[in-house]
């Protein structure tokens, strides 16, 4: 009866996960997917260029400001990948990004890179820069995060918004606000926002009642979701964990809920 269920579950939330996807907007490119067209394009044939070229080339395209060729110098010394890995440098190209192109349209060709750059800065103040005498800053880090996910949407600073909401160190907690976030970035398709926003869901917090026939249709989408990706295994955690307590009349629930959809707008 468990695999039956949980199959079931599993297969009305694969169905959800489409017809969410076929209900968002179309974004700009991927931070990933434009460094790499920029790539392929350098030289203006699509043919490969040699790495001194193509060196050359994104530093003369990012002394002119253009932000893709900032992004790939900043995670190219980020990495290590085709120079030293220099965080300083790196630190640097990310904070120019930031600031000359943080009022950038949201929904713009380079809104995507700009926002990712918003959280990999965060990232830094977070960690701190040693090199270049850069403490950790953690009110930097939640300013750079909330530029991203208000401004720009961005599905993974919402996520990392939203659990700094169920954090005492970070954003302060409010259940209420991380489930608002935690559910903007699921409906993008962030795997981890869906994996957590269920979780919050199905086991309540302080304050906050459990809703947990929507937590576990949310758990069961995250698993599809994050299939094949790192966050597999932490999907993977928190839907067992779920499914080991869930009553059989809560994996009916779930599974109508995922059938019909009727939770995925739920405000909270």
Same mark, same amino acid.
């Given at each position: 009866?468990?695999?039956?269920?949980?199959?079931?579950?599993?297969?009305?939330?694969? $169905? !959800?996960?489409?017809?969410?996807?076929?209900? =968002?907007?179309?974004?700009?490119? %991927?931070?990933?997917?434009?460094?790499?067209?920029?790539?392929? %394009?350098?030289?203006?044939?699509?043919?490969?260029?040699?790495?001194?070229?193509?060196?050359?080339? +994104?530093e003369s395209d990012a002394a002119a400001g253009r932000p893709l060729a900032?992004?790939?110098?900043?995670?190219?010394?980020?990495? $290590?990948? $085709?120079?030293?890995?220099?965080?300083?440098?790196?630190?640097?190209?990310?904070?120019?990004?930031?600031?000359? @192109?943080a009022d950038t349209a949201p929904r713009g060709l380079e809104a995507d890179?700009?926002?990712?750059?918003?959280?990999? +800065?965060?990232?830094?103040?977070?960690?701190?820069?040693?090199?270049?005498?850069?403490?950790?800053?953690?009110?930097?880090? @939640?300013?750079?995060?909330?530029?991203?996910?208000?401004?720009?949407?961005?599905?993974?600073?919402?996520?990392?918004?939203?659990?700094?909401?169920?954090?005492?160190?970070?954003?302060?907690?409010?259940?209420? =606000?991380?489930?608002?976030? =935690?559910?903007?970035?699921?409906?993008?398709? @962030?795997?981890?926002?869906?994996?957590?926003?269920?979780? !919050?869901?199905? *086991?309540?917090?302080?304050?906050?009642?459990?809703?947990?026939?929507? $937590?576990?249709?949310?758990?069961?989408?995250?698993? %599809? %979701?994050? +299939?094949?990706?790192?966050?597999?295994?932490?999907?993977?955690? =928190?839907? *067992?964990?779920?499914?080991?307590?869930?009553?059989?009349?809560?994996?009916?629930?779930?599974?109508?809920?995922?059938?019909?959809?009727?939770?995925?707008?739920?405000?909270?």
């Amino acid at each position: 009866m468990r695999i039956t269920g949980e199959r079931s579950l599993a297969c009305a939330a694969s $169905g !959800l996960i489409f017809a969410i996807g076929m209900a =968002l907007p179309a974004h700009a490119q %991927t931070a990933a997917d434009a460094a790499f067209d920029f790539a392929k %394009t350098m030289d203006g044939s699509g043919a490969i260029v040699s790495s001194d070229t193509y060196l050359s080339a +994104l530093e003369s395209d990012a002394a002119a400001g253009r932000p893709l060729a900032l992004w790939q110098l900043g995670t190219m010394y980020e990495t $290590g990948e $085709g120079v030293d890995k220099d965080p300083v440098k790196a630190f640097g190209y990310f904070a120019q990004i930031a600031n000359q @192109h943080a009022d950038t349209a949201p929904r713009g060709l380079e809104a995507d890179i700009v926002a990712s750059s918003f959280v990999k +800065l965060g990232d830094y103040f977070r960690l701190g820069v040693p090199e270049a005498g850069i403490g950790q800053n953690p009110a930097e880090y @939640h300013r750079m995060l909330m530029h991203a996910a208000t401004y720009f949407g961005d599905a993974e600073a919402q996520y990392r918004v939203g659990m700094l909401y169920q954090a005492e160190d970070g954003l302060g907690v409010s259940p209420m =606000l991380s489930a608002r976030w =935690l559910q903007s970035a699921a409906h993008k398709g @962030h795997c981890l926002a869906q994996a957590q926003l269920g979780n !919050l869901l199905f *086991n309540g917090m302080e304050g906050y009642d459990p809703r947990p026939a929507e $937590g576990l249709m949310w758990l069961n989408f995250a698993h %599809t %979701t994050c +299939l094949g990706t790192q966050d597999m295994a932490k999907a993977e955690e =928190l839907l *067992n964990g779920a499914m080991s307590v869930a009553s059989p009349e809560v994996r009916a629930a779930a599974v109508e809920m995922a059938s019909s959809g009727v939770a995925i707008s739920a405000e909270f």
